[in-house]
């Protein structure tokens, strides 16, 4: 399979803080990334995703930056909330398949 | 969560019988996936459907089957379990390539 992988398995931040999030990936040809959330006990939930053609990406809250130039992807969270604790997980999807692939994820715990 | 419902929930079963467990969703969504999450391991692709009897292998399909007789289930069978088959199961739907998924609440699988 492919891939990917992310750089910290565990991460803790300060109420309020922003958390940086990365994860690297192998296949250049991937052309769609997927960042998700889990919570303990739930199926993953989605949060942003970005094609390839963009550089970054803002949602609530959140932004998405994608250097494909070193096949990196990062997940940034403004203004961390005890809410954001959880498992983050990167995926990709290769422009010729139909799969998407995961990594091992990392989890974010919020101190308040 | 998207109209996805898996069943059951919760299962414990013995070594050498089969089992299979169902993905059900209602939103008319193309693609259906079967995942796998273990400590360490993140999720792992079992088998994905690309339309009604449209089926691929993933990256751990050995000792699964699936099957997809109607647009809005699709069902994993665990042809003889084994104790590695222990593991929390997520379905996943997608309407198109380069789209995200949304995924199911999990079936928890307990072999003995």
């Known amino acids: 399979g492919e891939s990917v992988g992310l750089h910290l398995p565990t991460l803790s931040v300060q109420e309020g803080d922003n958390s940086i999030i990365n994860c690297a990936y192998s296949?250049?040809?991937?052309?769609?990334f997927i960042w998700y959330k889990q919570e303990s006990g739930k199926g993953p939930q989605f949060i942003i995703d970005i094609r390839s053609n963009m550089d970054k990406r803002q949602g609530q809250r959140v932004t998405v930056l994608l250097n494909k130039t070193v096949k990196h992807l990062s997940l940034q969270i403004a203004a961390t909330q005890p809410g954001d604790s959880a498992v983050y997980f990167c995926?990709?999807?290769?422009?010729?398949?139909?799969?998407?692939?995961f990594g091992t994820g990392t989890s974010l715990t919020v101190i308040p | 969560d998207a109209g996805i419902t898996q069943s059951p929930r919760h299962k414990v079963t013995e070594t050498g019988t089969p089992v299979t467990l169902r993905c059900h969703q209602t939103?008319?969504?193309?693609?259906m996936y079967w995942y796998r999450q273990d400590p360490g391991h993140g999720l792992r692709l079992i088998h994905y459907s690309y339309g009604v009897k449209d089926t691929d292998k993933g990256e751990v399909s050995d000792g699964y089957s699936v099957s997809r007789s109607k647009t809005e289930d699709f069902l994993l069978t665990l042809e003889s379990a084994t104790s590695s088959q222990t593991s929390v199961y997520f379905c996943?739907?997608?309407?198109?390539?380069?789209?995200?998924?949304?995924f199911g609440q999990g079936t928890r699988l307990t072999v003995v």
């Open positions: 996943a739907i997608r309407d198109g390539l380069n789209t995200e998924a949304f």
């Open positions: 939103e008319n969504h193309r693609y």
């Open positions: 296949n250049s040809a991937s052309d769609y």
């Open positions: 995926a990709e999807n290769p422009v010729t398949g139909n799969q998407f692939y």
